[in-house]
């Protein structure tokens, strides 16, 4: 989530520092609070509707010019100043060139925005694909019942949950969507997610090592992702999807 600087709980005023300030305040505008002022989630969520529209368009090689000039407005208003948020705004008045208003409306997003479930709706569909592979894990030890990949309209921002049973989600802060950019971190996120969704709702430890009784892990090694066991220095009881 974008960091909002201080200023955007107040506003500068013209008003100038009186006659009797001194050394640097001379001449300085004043700096007053401002009640009406928007909140650091009132301008994330302006930010997140703003951003997702041209990082489509950008995407797809179709940005619009008025949507990239009030993505450049907005930040331009609110936020730190930076001379590529300026050429965008610069570029999209001009209206001629969509190429490279595109190129820099990425470069201006690229620290600003992470695409979530409605812009890159493939890695929702990453995430569902690794549950395929948890549930098998679940059927192989005996686990039963229901269980699914959500994204509440409550979560801010829009984390995906795993619902197992119909009884709700663990207590994790849920699958962030970046976590669906690639097989390997789909996979841990979703297992870990589901692991936490099975402890809270049957208070048991799901799954178990079967060498050493104790619980298992979601985690990366050698490039897989498996469930790992702590137990006798740590070893990998099985790759995720695979337990038997």
Same mark, same amino acid.
């Given at each position: 989530?974008? =960091?909002?600087?201080?200023?955007?709980?107040?506003?500068?005023?013209?008003?100038?520092?009186?006659? #009797?300030?001194?050394?640097?305040?001379?001449?300085?505008?004043?700096?007053?609070?401002?009640?009406? %002022?928007?909140? %650091? +989630?009132?301008?994330?969520?302006?930010?997140?509707?703003?951003?997702?529209?041209?990082?489509?368009?950008?995407?797809?090689?179709?940005?619009?010019?008025?949507?990239?000039?009030?993505? %450049? #407005?907005?930040?331009?208003?609110?936020?730190?100043?930076?001379?590529?948020?300026?050429?965008?705004? @610069?570029?999209?008045?001009?209206? =001629?060139?969509?190429?490279?208003?595109?190129?820099?409306?990425?470069?201006?997003?690229?620290?600003?925005?992470?695409?979530?479930?409605?812009?890159?709706?493939?890695?929702?569909?990453?995430?569902? @694909? &690794?549950?395929?592979?948890?549930? &098998?894990?679940?059927?192989?030890?005996?686990?039963?019942?229901?269980?699914?990949?959500?994204?509440? @309209?409550? &979560?801010?921002?829009?984390?995906?949950?795993?619902?197992?049973?119909?009884?709700?989600?663990?207590? =994790?802060?849920?699958?962030?969507?970046?976590?669906?950019? +690639?097989?390997?971190?789909?996979?841990?996120?979703?297992?870990?997610?589901?692991?936490?969704?099975?402890?809270?709702?049957?208070?048991?430890?799901?799954?178990?090592?079967?060498?050493?009784?104790?619980?298992?892990? %979601?985690?990366?090694?050698?490039?897989?992702?498996?469930?790992?066991?702590?137990?006798?220095?740590?070893?990998?009881?099985?790759?995720?999807?695979?337990?038997?």
């Amino acid at each position: 989530m974008f =960091t909002w600087p201080r200023g955007h709980y107040g506003v500068m005023t013209r008003e100038q520092a009186s006659d #009797g300030a001194s050394g640097r305040d001379a001449g300085r505008q004043i700096y007053r609070s401002d009640p009406h %002022a928007p909140t %650091a +989630d009132q301008l994330n969520a302006q930010l997140e509707r703003l951003a997702g529209r041209v990082y489509v368009q950008a995407r797809d090689g179709a940005v619009d010019f008025e949507a990239a000039f009030d993505l %450049a #407005g907005f930040l331009i208003e609110w936020g730190p100043a930076d001379p590529l948020v300026q050429e965008l705004a @610069e570029l999209s008045v001009e209206g =001629t060139d969509r190429a490279r208003v595109a190129e820099v409306a990425m470069q201006v997003l690229a620290h600003r925005y992470e695409p979530g479930f409605d812009a890159q709706p493939a890695r929702l569909a990453a995430l569902e @694909e &690794a549950l395929d592979a948890v549930k &098998a894990d679940m059927r192989s030890t005996g686990l039963t019942g229901p269980v699914r990949v959500v994204v509440p @309209e409550w &979560a801010s921002p829009r984390s995906a949950f795993v619902e197992f049973r119909g009884d709700g989600y663990g207590s =994790t802060p849920g699958i962030a969507p970046e976590d669906g950019s +690639d097989t390997v971190s789909a996979l841990i996120a979703v297992a870990d997610d589901a692991q936490d969704s099975v402890i809270e709702t049957l208070h048991e430890v799901w799954p178990v090592c079967p060498v050493h009784q104790l619980g298992a892990h %979601a985690r990366e090694h050698d490039g897989a992702a498996v469930w790992w066991c702590n137990g006798n220095g740590g070893h990998v009881i099985v790759t995720i999807g695979q337990w038997e």
